[in-house]
């Protein structure tokens, strides 16, 4: 029994819009609350002033999830490692599904993976860690230690608005290095996709994956729980 309670938003089922396992049928747990405020945050459903649209249980989120039958889960929010230890709790709970064989957890660059990379160690978890560039306006929230703690079947994602996000992307996985595979999103509005890949050929990003969002193809852009 776990009776831990976290703030929830929506707990869903659709496919995977992005990353290396874009298109798989997956389902989202998607937690409140987050400690940044990014410019083109796409989720300000998902923390204050809004509020929560209910608080369950460890046990009844495991329980929700198991009433699906996607064997990908992508813990997400907000920022789902908002709560510590608690989200350390909910992710064992979760990995206790038999059924499930990937959980991704996608986190906002700005909390210490250190805790949870020292006390879960399923082959099954994989962090899609995002790095946020300067037009986000949280560049300084940071904690570029994070980048070395990172293994090979994470995801590293930098969503870039601006040649100066461009060039700081570049710039960032210069200084540090990281295992994770890097991966650049354009902020549709600002940045057109097409822009953004020509200037990966131009710089020879043989090593960077483009990542575009499926669901914004697939459905309105504006259109939650899809
Ligand atoms: S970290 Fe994610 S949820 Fe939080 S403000 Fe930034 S984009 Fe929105």
């Not at 890097?182 to 090593?207: C, I, N, Y």
């Amino acid at each position: 029994m776990n009776n831990t309670k976290i703030p929830m938003v929506e707990i869903f089922e659709t496919v995977e819009g992005e990353g290396t396992r874009a298109g798989f049928p997956t389902v989202f747990v998607r937690l409140f609350g987050c400690n940044l405020r990014c410019s083109w945050c796409d989720t300000k459903y998902s923390y204050p002033p809004e509020e929560a649209e209910s608080v369950m249980t460890i046990d009844e989120i495991v329980e929700q999830v198991r009433t699906y039958r996607s064997t990908h889960v992508c813990l997400t929010g907000g920022e789902p490692l908002l709560y510590g230890e608690k989200s350390a709790a909910l992710i064992e709970a979760l990995l206790d599904i038999e059924r499930l064989t990937d959980l991704h957890i996608e986190t906002n660059g700005a909390i210490d993976l250190t805790m949870f990379m020292d006390r879960i160690h399923s082959p099954k978890v994989r962090y899609i860690m995002d790095y946020k560039l300067p037009d986000s306006g949280e560049s300084d929230a940071m904690i570029v230690s994070n980048f070395a703690k990172l293994r090979k079947q994470d995801e590293l994602k930098f969503v870039i608005g601006s040649d100066r996000d461009f060039e700081e992307a570049v710039r960032i996985l210069e200084e540090y290095p990281t295992e994770a595979l890097p991966m650049f999103s354009p902020v549709w509005e600002t940045m057109p996709p097409a822009k953004l890949v020509q200037r990966m050929l131009d710089h020879g990003l043989s090593h960077v994956k483009l990542n575009m969002q499926l669901h914004k193809i697939i459905w309105d852009p504006a259109m939650r729980g899809v």
